[in-house]
Structures are given as C-alpha cells and as structure tokens.
C-alpha cells in the first residue's frame, strides 16, 4: 500500500477496485486542524479527471498493474504489437489505444500498461520522427507573424508547420502536445 507521503505525479494507484494515476498533487498543513492531501486523479479505464482530497497519512492500494515492452508493428482493424521479452504478439482494440494512434508509426517502441490482463494505456516516447505524405505549397504574403501550414503525416496525424517545410521533409513531433518540433535531417 502507498501512504500519501509517497505520493508524486504520475504514481499509479487503486481507488474503489479501480486503477488511477496521480496527475497533481499538493500537501496542505493548516495553521488549525490536520494535515491533508489535495490530489487530481485521472481514471485509467475512462479518462476522467477528478480532484479527491486524501486525510495525512491516508493509505491506498497498488494497482494490480503491469508493464510490457513492446514494438508497434501494424494496424488491420486492430493494432498489433511484438512483446519484446516473449516475441509474443499482441492485439490492442482502437478503444484502448485512444488519440495515441495519432504518433504510432511502425517499429515505434513503447510501453504497454495492462491492468488484470487488459490493456488501459499506452505509453508513448516523447518525442517520434514521421515522414510527410500530404503538403500544401507556402503561400506567398500573410507571413507578418510566424506562419504556419498544416501537414499529414504517415500515421494521419496532421500538424501545423512553418512554411518551409516541404513534401519530402521528416519531422521531429513532440507525442505529449503533438506540436512540431523540429526537421529532421534527411
């Protein structure tokens, strides 16, 4: 069990036979009364956030997680992924996998959370390199302030980019924001 004094950003946790993860937290000592814990939580299976304060020494439940490295592979109504210690396959519903399918290219290596054998999340690098397959031509004007042009990459994903950049380019894409970064060498 974890005592609030363990606690930090992005400990998992169980709550109520659901596991949770740690998103902010703040230790509160009033000048009257007890000390207590004041935290936002986000539901690992749902995805909702809640704020939930926990009394100074409260204890809570280690999630019965586990974590698998794997390698993204394919996509054929499912997403298909290589264990990396067993070489076994893996078969992840969309539903699992959320707005992350945004940034899996293939041989990405990731981190799989499962919770009781289910897959709840997938944790991304932060950063990943995509090739460009739609580009529109830099218009001319309109380029007082920093502009920008939307791109699709590979994976579908489409990102706003300077006018530079051009169809053959590779880009660097930050997976937590989904902003560009940086050209990638070619």
Not at 83 to 96: D, I, Q, R, T
């Amino acid at each position: 069990m974890y005592d609030t004094s363990q606690f930090r950003k992005g400990l998992k946790i169980e709550i109520e036979a659901q596991p949770w993860e740690i998103v902010d937290f703040q230790h509160v000592k009033p000048g009257k009364g007890s000390a207590f814990v004041r935290t936002r939580i986000k539901n690992l299976l749902t995805n909702n956030t809640i704020d939930r304060t926990f009394r100074s020494g409260d204890k809570v439940d280690i999630p019965n997680c586990e974590e698998i490295q794997a390698v993204y592979q394919y996509f054929d109504g499912a997403f298909h992924f290589m264990n990396l210690e067993s070489f076994e396959s893996l078969e992840v519903e969309p539903a699992a996998i959320g707005d992350t399918k945004n940034f899996l290219t293939e041989n990405l290596n990731v981190a799989i959370l499962l919770f009781r054998g289910r897959t709840i999340a997938i944790d991304l690098p932060n950063f990943i390199t995509a090739k460009i397959t739609h580009c529109q031509p830099a218009v001319q004007g309109n380029t007082a302030q920093g502009a920008t042009k939307p791109v699709t990459v590979e994976t579908g994903y489409v990102v706003q980019v300077p006018l530079y950049i051009t169809e053959k380019d590779v880009l660097k894409i930050d997976t937590r924001d989904g902003r560009y970064v940086e050209r990638v060498a070619r």
